[in-house]
C-alpha cells in the first residue's frame, strides 16, 4: 500500500503531466542503450572450439555481422560431432590475439558433448 507521501507525489506528477511540463515521448536512463555501438554497427568473430582439450580454440574468421555469424554457425559443415564445432562472439576492438577473450585458458572437464 501506498504511503500518503507517495499518493501525494502521484498527484502532484499527474498535474504536471496533464500540464504538460513533461515531455511525452522521453526516455529513462534506464531504457536507454548502455553500450556504445549501435546495434546494426557491432561484429561478430567465428571461433573453432575443439573437445581435446590440448588443442586451442582458433579465430576463424571475424567483422561479420549477426546474421552472417548465426547463418555460419547453422551451418551443418561447420561442425565435426565429437571433435570440434564453431560458434561465435562479439568482436572486441581491444581483442588481439587470444588471450584478451581468455580461450587461451584451460577449459574445465565438461565430459562428453
Sequence with gaps: MASKKQI?????????SKAGKFKKKTKLFSQTRKTPKAKSARKYMIIRFFRDPEKPSQVMRRDLTLAQARKHTNDPKTM???VWFDGYDEQDETMIGGSSH????????????
Design 102 to 113: 581468455g580461450m587461451d585458458r584451460p577449459r574445465p572437464d565438461t565430459g562428453d558433448w
Design 8 to 16: 501525494a507525489w502521484r498527484k502532484k506528477f499527474a498535474r504536471m
Design 80 to 82: 565435426k560431432k565429437g
